[in-house]
């Protein structure tokens, strides 16, 4: 997301998983490495070299209704590169995310979602 204000110049990647079964965020199921080399990789440059502050944004598919929370890019980081884990369903629900009404989402306190502290 482009803007003069530092707060919302951004780089937000979208994913989702689905509830069912044990699924997860992990960087080789949700990023490609087919055509351009690592997705997350490849990611990781264009936020450094822009100075946007990255995060991505999971949708858990669930059979009563989605939810969505937002995952600092550098937390993935931390977990994708140095641990090489996934992130499980209960972990990224402890993130913050957007509230959910009528199948839309809403965002109420912008800094609550997208932490102003946060580097990458």
């Known amino acids: 997301m482009d803007s003069g204000d530092p707060r919302y110049y951004l780089g937000i990647e ?3 998983v689905k509830k069912s079964g044990n699924r997860s965020l992990s960087k080789h199921d949700q990023f490609t490495r087919k055509t351009v ?9 264009y936020l450094k070299s822009s100075g946007r502050r990255g995060f991505i944004a999971v949708e858990i598919w669930g059979p009563a209704g ?4 937002v995952v600092p890019w550098q937390d993935a980081i931390t977990r994708f590169c140095d ?8 972990e990224i629900m402890e993130y913050p995310g957007p509230i959910r009404e009528n199948g839309k989402y809403r965002i109420d306190e912008f800094a609550d979602i997208f932490p102003t502290n946060r580097n990458i």
């Not at 989605?66 to 929370?69: A, D, E, L």
């Not at 641990?83 to 209960?90: A, S, V």
């Open 14 to 16: 979208c994913k989702s």
């Open 37 to 45: 080399g690592d997705q997350f990789i490849a990611e990781t440059k």
């Open 83 to 90: 641990d090489d884990k996934p992130f499980k369903q209960e």
């Open 66 to 69: 989605n939810v969505c929370s």
